[in-house]
Nanobody, 120 residues
Framework: QVQLVESGGGLVQAGGSLRLSCTARGIIFSFNAMGWYRQAPGNQRELVAAITRDSYTRYADSVKGRFTISRDNAKKTVYLQMNSLQPEDTAVYYC??????????????WGQGTQVTVSS
């Protein structure tokens, strides 16, 4: 059974930092590229950062220089260090494979996400 469990979100002031974690179960973590996605109210879910199984990274233009994605294959965990947070970073953050390929009966699997709220 696939499970992606995100944690580390919270309320932070603009300019602050948060570190998100996502632990994966039920997938061969080390074989998969992983990504962090976010969805703000009224917006589509977007990919903000991705890391290949060889730890090559890429970022959305909106977060380049502020966010850093990393992974620990032994812990089956992917991280997102978010610095210089801005109110426009407010969203629910999810991790998933990149691209999202885990399919369950109801469609593409997504975890519960973790809420990040940045106050101005």
């Amino acid at each position: 059974q696939v499970q992606l469990v995100e944690s580390g979100g919270g309320l932070v002031q603009a300019g602050g930092s948060l570190r998100l974690s996502c632990t994966a179960r039920g997938i061969i973590f080390s074989f998969n590229a992983m990504g962090w996605y976010r969805q703000a109210p009224g917006n589509q879910r977007e990919l903000v950062a991705a890391i290949t199984r060889d730890s090559y990274t890429r970022y959305a233009d909106s977060v380049k220089g502020r966010f850093t994605i990393s992974r620990d294959n032994a812990k089956k965990t992917v991280y997102l260090q978010m610095n210089s947070l801005q109110p426009e970073d407010t969203a629910v953050y999810y991790c998933n494979t990149d691209p999202p390929t885990v399919v369950v009966r109801t469609g593409v699997y997504w975890g519960q996400g973790t809420q990040v709220t940045v106050s101005s």
